[in-house]
């Protein structure tokens, strides 16, 4: 099974900061990584597929990048609507995984 | 609008079968792969299992193996997750979500990509 680590845990940023969050896969998983955000109470919402495509309707503020092990999502200015936890997810091999999250906080 | 709208959870003993169920509309259902993500309370999200458009293939996360099915009914747009012999850690919110593309042979679309839509979910309690 494919580890992923994401980092930090907790993320404290203020409004108009960039904030960056970081994923690690145990093993390479190309480029099959998603990023997904969630807001207590709600599902989880698509943000990225492919490791940089962003899915329909996310602003360009944010933005994904890498590929094989390690990625990057980066969130360039951060808005009121942005403080969420965030999970990077590989669906390369199977079983899929999830990374344990990061919270972004004001 | 797509949509997806899970139904079945509740109060279940240990031991006990449940069914869960999630209503699709607003695409072509048949012709994706569907998944079941969990979530324990306060944790983070975990897969579940997986099935193809047509319900051929099937795929399970370890911990959930040989006491679950997934299933479609693809002329009523639904799918399908039968739990049983429940732990208690398998208490948790269920969401059913649709793969964004995937790989599609002549026979069938297989999970093979990010998980573009998700339901509200459906909340599982596994209590005595």
């Known amino acids: 099974e494919i580890v992923m680590t994401q980092s930090p845990a907790t993320l404290s940023v203020s409004p108009g900061e960039r904030a960056t969050l970081s994923c690690r896969a145990s093993q390479s998983v190309s480029s099959n990584l998603a990023w997904y955000q969630q807001k207590p109470g709600q599902a989880p919402r698509l943000l990225i597929y492919g490791a940089s495509t962003r899915a329909t309707g996310i602003p360009a503020r944010l933005s994904g990048s890498g590929s094989g092990t390690e990625f990057t999502l980066t969130i360039s200015s951060l808005q009121s609507e942005d403080f969420a936890v965030y999970y990077c997810q590989q669906y390369n091999n199977w079983p899929r995984t999830f990374g344990q999250g990061t919270k972004v906080e004001i | 609008e797509v949509l997806l709208v899970e139904s079945g959870g509740g109060l279940v003993q240990p031991g006990g079968s449940l069914r869960l169920s999630c209503a699709a509309s607003g695409f072509t259902f048949s012709t994706y792969a569907m998944y079941w993500v969990r979530q324990a309370p306060g944790k983070g999200l975990e897969y579940v299992s997986a099935l193809s458009s047509t319900g051929g293939s099937t795929y399970y996360a370890n911990s959930v193996k040989g006491r679950f099915t997934i299933s479609r009914d693809n002329s009523k747009n639904t799918l399908y997750l039968q739990m049983g012999s429940l732990r208690a850690e398998d208490m948790a919110v269920y969401y059913c979500?649709?793969?964004?593309?995937?790989?599609?042979?002549?026979?069938?679309?297989?999970?093979?990509?990010?998980?573009?839509?998700w339901g509200q979910g459906t909340m599982v309690t596994v209590s005595s």
């Open positions: 979500a649709k793969d964004r593309m995937g790989y599609c042979s002549s026979a069938s679309c297989y999970p093979a990509d990010a998980l573009d839509i």
